[in-house]
Every structure is written in structure tokens, then in C-alpha cells.
């Protein structure tokens, strides 16, 4: 909740997606039919103060037109909410109602992405709900961008094996393992990173050659065993907005 200058609570504008149309000031922009209907519920009256988000950094301030279906762009925002690390997040495939919960929470603590990964003990339900389910985790995490007030969202990737996704990785690999030293601020690397989380029951063996042969460097998320969607908080929390190396 902002306050004003006389220490009033005031509400913040809410923050809509408009995805692929450009934000430029004077611009009248018609809003998707799911936004428009949200400011309708919420009685936002036209004239209003927005802010709308492209999804890909770019951030403006409007106002509601008197329709209700458009706005008026009237000056363009600084990024916010973003860090200077971008993690991406390889997840191993458990059940839907996890992976949901991580991308929401994971977006709040600022993922640049999470690539599904199939994982051999993924199991084979769970893998076809993801897949089938990949629509609605983006829309959790275009919803948890707007509620957070990040700028970006973060590209939610259909499952697939881990063979294929480590080639494409961004930045230095890290893997979360259970009885790995911890990552100590020495041992943080600098830049980008991609950090792998295991499914229930962990990565294999055959995965964790895999990552080894990348030159994933493993560590701790403490001394007790965490469900994979609170690995994923406590793993973002500690990477993207520590100072690096």
C-alpha cells in the first residue's frame, strides 16, 4: 500500500498485461477482453491511473478511457522490479499442483524462466499434466508478475528431458543436492546462472553425470529435505539477489 506526501494510505493503479503492442506516450491501447473484465469486477472508473506492462520490460502509466476497453498511455516507466541476476530455473516434473505452486512463488522471487524437465522419476501422469496444463502455468506466472510488480514474465518451457536442455542453459550451472556444502557468498558465481531442482526423490544417477559432465556445481539448501516447489523458493532467494563474486 503507497502513502502520500500526507502519510495517507493510497491504493496502488493496478497493472495489466498487454502483450505485443507497443507503449508509447499518447498512445490509446484496447485492453485484452481478461483485463478489461478484471477492472470492471474491481469498479475501476475511466480516468483512472494504470500501469501496463508489455511482459517483456517495458512499463507505462494511463489512464482508463471512458469505454472501459482501452487506455490512454500517458508517460512511459523505468523497469522495476527485476534483478541483476537472470536464474533460470530447470524443474524436474512432479505433481501439477507443486509445479504450479513454484512457478507462482518462483516468479515472486524473481526466476527469469523455468524450463519442465522430464526427469526419470517424473511420473509419466504428472509430465502429461504439465504438458497439457503449460497454457495456465504461464498465465500463474503473468499473474504473479502482476501482483509482485516485476516487469518481465517469465517463459514457463514445456517439459523435456534433461539431455536436450543443458546445452541451452544460461549462465553457470548449479544443481541443488541434500548433503552438498552450502553456497557460501566465495562460492557464488558472477553473471547469469541456471539452477537445476530435482523432482520427488531427486535427479538419478545417469542425470547427475549429466550435470556433472555440464560442470554443474552442487550445494545445499540446508540441513532438511525440501519438497521441489520450496526448493525452488529457498534456491531463488539465496541466487538472484545476492551480490556476485
Known amino acids: 500500500m503507497a502513502r502520500d506526501a500526507l502519510g495517507t494510505s493510497v491504493s496502488a493503479p ?4 498487454v502483450p505485443g503492442v507497443p507503449l508509447e506516450a499518447g498512445r490509446e491501447i484496447v485492453l485484452p477482453d481478461e483485463e478489461a473484465r478484471h477492472l470492471r469486477v474491481s469498479r475501476v472508473a475511466p480516468g483512472e491511473e494504470l500501469v501496463l506492462l508489455d511482459g517483456r520490460g517495458a512499463r507505462a502509466s494511463a489512464r482508463l478511457a471512458a469505454s472501459g476497453r482501452a487506455a490512454v498511455v500517458t508517460a512511459l516507466l523505468p523497469v522495476h522490479g527485476e534483478p541483476d541476476r537472470r536464474a533460470t530455473v530447470l524443474l524436474g516434473v512432479g505433481e501439477l499442483a507443486r509445479i504450479e505452486w513454484a512457478v507462482e512463488k518462483g516468479t515472486e522471487c524473481g526466476a527469469a524462466a523455468f524450463v519442465l524437465v522430464t526427469a526419470a522419476r517424473s511420473q509419466r501422469a504428472h509430465v502429461a ?3 497439457a496444463r503449460i497454457g495456465r502455468l504461464r498465465r500463474i506466472a503473468a499473474a504473479a508478475v502482476k501482483q509482485c510488480d516485476r516487469s518481465v514474465v517469465p517463459e514457463v518451457a514445456v517439459p523435456a528431458p534433461l539431455v536436450g536442455l543443458l546445452d541451452g542453459r544460461v549462465g553457470r550451472l548449479l544443481v541443488a543436492r541434500p548433503g ?4 557460501t557468498a566465495d562460492r557464488l558465481p558472477a553473471g ?8 520427488e526423490g531427486g535427479f538419478d544417477e545417469a542425470e547427475e553425470r549429466l550435470l556433472a559432465a555440464a560442470g554443474a556445481v552442487p550445494f545445499s539448501l540446508g540441513g532438511r529435505i525440501l519438497r521441489l516447489e520450496t526448493a525452488v523458493v529457498a534456491a531463488l532467494v539465496r541466487l538472484v539477489d545476492a551480490p556476485s563474486s
Open 14 to 17: 493496478p497493472r495489466l498485461l
Open 129 to 131: 499434466a504439465a504438458t
Open 180 to 183: 552438498a556444502a552450502p553456497l
Open 192 to 199: 547469469d546462472l541456471t539452477v537445476a531442482i530435482g523432482p
